[in-house]
């Protein structure tokens, strides 16, 4: 199990396009999800975020879109500000209440 769970619903799942860059190195190609994220403000404001994390398992978050939905997460610092992603292998969870925490 893992120690960070990020929860939202499911607003989006696309593949990147493929492309070459002037070296001739190819990127792009893979799958990512979008998450839309309730974060409460310390004044107890609620401010929405997307975020976008790249999947091996686009069709397991397809299956959730617009629902809402668990996920195991990492994160690191990266000019100052965190950055997330998602585990190896991290399918969604299906959640039956959002939380109003």
């Known amino acids: 199990m893992s120690m960070l769970q990020m929860t939202g ?4 799942v696309l593949e990147t ?3 070459t860059n002037r070296d001739g190195d190819k990127y792009g190609g ?6 839309l ?5 310390a004044n107890g404001e609620k401010r929405m975020e997307l975020f976008t ?13 617009g629902k809402h939905i668990s996920v195991p997460v990492g994160v ?21 209440t959002v939380s109003q925490a």
């Open 53 to 65: 994390l790249r999947t091996e398992n686009p069709e397991e978050f397809r299956k959730h879109q």
């Open 17 to 19: 396009p493929e492309g």
């Open 37 to 41: 994220c309730q974060q409460v403000l």
């Open 9 to 12: 619903q499911v607003a989006n």
């Open 76 to 96: 690191f610092a990266r000019s100052g500000s965190l950055n997330f992603y998602m585990e190896k292998g991290g399918l969604p969870k299906a959640l039956n």
């Open 30 to 35: 893979y799958h990512q999800v979008q998450i």
